[in-house]
């Protein structure tokens, strides 16, 4: 504890002499990245977090010097930002796996495991989703929908949001079910169709949507051929950046252009047609496009 102390006083002391020696530029160049650590006397300095190692922080000032300083010396925000800071990271880590091609995530709506048990549920609230048609249930760590054949239409599960631009990453499994959609509706009351992912064990395809209900039109923008094994989990990830509407499911790529895609985006549904579709790990993000 006291060697970290002294790390921070030593930190404190030369960042006077720095900040008399570095250019009016080289401080600005810096600064977007720079924020104020304190420690627990209260001493602050200005740094950037670049890396963490065990329990100590990785600072970085802006002449370009690190310091390894322990994260039991820092104030209690400062311990508070790294843990986000690391989150933060291994999110950005998980959406590079994904294979995020059109946009950049900026916000996180809603990230849901589907890992606590819920009873069979009909219509009502299922960890911050919302049951509307047909049945659904987590069991042994997984959604799980089933269509109703009272309802005469597809299971559905939704959550609601506003975003001008949507990223989704989620896992599957057709099992016995027909296929699985996610859907996506705009902001217009009450929230008309805009645009669908279909995913069957032999074709994938993307369709824009207008109306609602009896008012629904759809036109089937790009279908591709596939060969995805009903027992498989497949990852799934999904950009609704501008116009551009692109779909990875393992490792099968589709996309599609329309100008309704541009549209707001207020409401997610996980569908499925037939019963067993598992579903895990459903996250989406606001986003912006790539430069």
Known sequence: MRKGRDTIRVMISRISLCVTLLAAFAFCSAESELRDWSNAAGKTISAELVSLEGYSAILKMANGRTYTVPLADLSEADREFVQEWKKEQETAASLEEAGI???????????????EETPRTRKGELLGWQAGIGEWRIEEGVLI??????????????????????????????????????????????????????????????????????????????????????????KVTIEIIGDRYRAKVGDEVIEATHERF??????????????????????????KPKE
């Open 101 to 115: 091609e059109l946009g950049i995530p900026t916000k996180s709506i809603v990230e849901t495991a589907f890992d």
């Open 145 to 234: 929908g089933d269509e109703v054949a009272e309802d005469n239409h597809a299971s559905s599960l939704t959550y609601r949001f506003e975003a001008d631009h949507l990223i989704l990453t989620a896992e599957v499994q057709l099992g016995t079910a027909e296929q699985i959609a996610f859907a996506c509706r705009d902001t217009v009351p009450p929230n008309l169709h805009l645009g669908r992912l279909y995913i069957t064990p032999d074709k994938l395809w993307i369709q824009r949507m207008s109306g609602i209900a009896k008012t629904t039109k759809s036109e089937k923008l790009v279908t591709r051929d596939v060969d995805l094994d009903p027992e498989k989990w497949y």
């Open 262 to 287: 541009q549209d707001a985006k207020g409401i997610v549904a996980l569908v499925n047609r037939g019963q067993g579709a598992k579903y895990r790990n459903v996250s989406l993000w606001q986003a």
